[in-house]
C-alpha cells in the first residue's frame, strides 16, 4: 500500500482506540512536523508503523502525563522521538527546562530519547535516516536468522533496494549487480513469494518491470 492509505489506516487504528484527552492529543499533536517525520523519515526506513504509536502518554517524575511525539515499543524497548521546533521549544525558557528535564527521567527509566530539528528534516531527511538507521539497525537484526533466510542473490537484490528507494527495476539491477536480467527477475519473484518484493505492473498492459521492497530495509543493510 501507499504511505498515504497506510499512514491513514494507522492513525484512524489508534484513534479508534482512545477516549478524551489522548483521543484530543493524537488530533491536536500529529500535525505538520510529526507527519513529515513519519513520511520522510520513518516509512522510508520501515515501510510500515507497527509498533510505532503516535502521541504516546508518559508520565514524569511528578507522576503528572504528557504525550511524547512518538514512542516505538519493541518487546522490553522503548524510543520516544521527539520533533523539535525552535519556535515551540526555544523562546519559553521554562517549557525548554521542562523538556530537558523530562528527557531526562525518561533516559533514567531505560528509554531511549533521540531528538529530532524539524528544521533538519525539513532540508535534509536523507541525514535523520541515516543517523537512525545506525541507530535502530542493531535492535532490529539481534536474534534474527536472516542469512539463513535469503541466499547470496536475494540479499543482493535486497541490499540493492535498500539503496533504490526500495526499487528493484530488473534492467538496471542485472546492469549494476552484474547479473543476467532474467536471473534477476528470476529471484525478485522468489522474493516475492518470500513475501519481501511487491510487483508493480505497468498502465493497462499489466506488465510488471519494476518491483518494490516490503518491510523495514534496516533488518538486511547490515547483511
Known amino acids: 500500500m501507499s504511505f498515504e492509505t497506510e499512514h491513514a489506516n ?11 484527552e489522548r483521543k484530543d492529543a493524537l488530533k491536536r499533536g500529529h500535525g ?11 516509512w522510508p526506513l520501515m515501510g510500515h508503523f507497527r509498533d510505532l504509536h503516535p502521541e504516546y ?12 511525539d512518538f514512542m516505538w515499543i519493541m518487546g522490553a524497548l522503548r524510543f520516544a522521538f ?11 525558557r521554562t517549557k525548554y527546562r521542562m523538556d530537558l528535564n523530562r528527557a531526562l527521567f525518561l533516559q533514567s527509566q531505560q528509554c531511549h530519547v533521540i531528538s529530532i530539528s524539524l528544521d ?24 534474527k ?16 533496494a535498500a539503496c533504490h528507494n526500495r526499487i528493484v527495476r530488473p534492467v538496471e539491477a542485472a546492469v549494476d549487480l552484474n547479473l543476467h536480467k532474467q536471473t534477476v527477475i528470476k ?7 518470500k513475501g519481501r518484493l511487491r510487483p508493480i505492473s505497468s498502465g493497462s498492459s499489466g506488465k510488471v518491470y519494476k518491483y ?3 518491510g523495514s530495509i534496516l533488518s538486511f543493510e547490515l547483511m
Open 32 to 42: 505538520y512536523g510529526n507527519q513529515l517525520f513519519a513520511e520522510k523519515v520513518w
Open 212 to 214: 518494490e521492497f516490503i
Open 120 to 143: 533538519e528534516m525539513k532540508e535534509n531527511p536523507s541525514f535523520i535516516q541515516s543517523i537512525l538507521r545506525n541507530m535502530l539497525a542493531p535492535y532490529l537484526i539481534s536474534g
Open 187 to 193: 529471484y525478485c519473484r522468489e522474493l516475492v513469494s
Open 82 to 92: 521527539e520533533i523539535m521546533d525552535f519556535g515551540s521549544h526555544g523562546k519559553d
Open 10 to 20: 494507522w492513525i484512524h487504528w489508534h484513534s479508534s482506540r482512545r477516549t478524551g
Open 57 to 68: 502518554e508518559v508520565l514524569d517524575w511528578r507522576g503528572r502525563s504528557y504525550f511524547v
Open 145 to 160: 536468522p536472516l542469512l539463513q533466510s535469503f541466499g547470496k542473490i536475494e540479499q543482493l537484490l535486497i541490499r540493492y
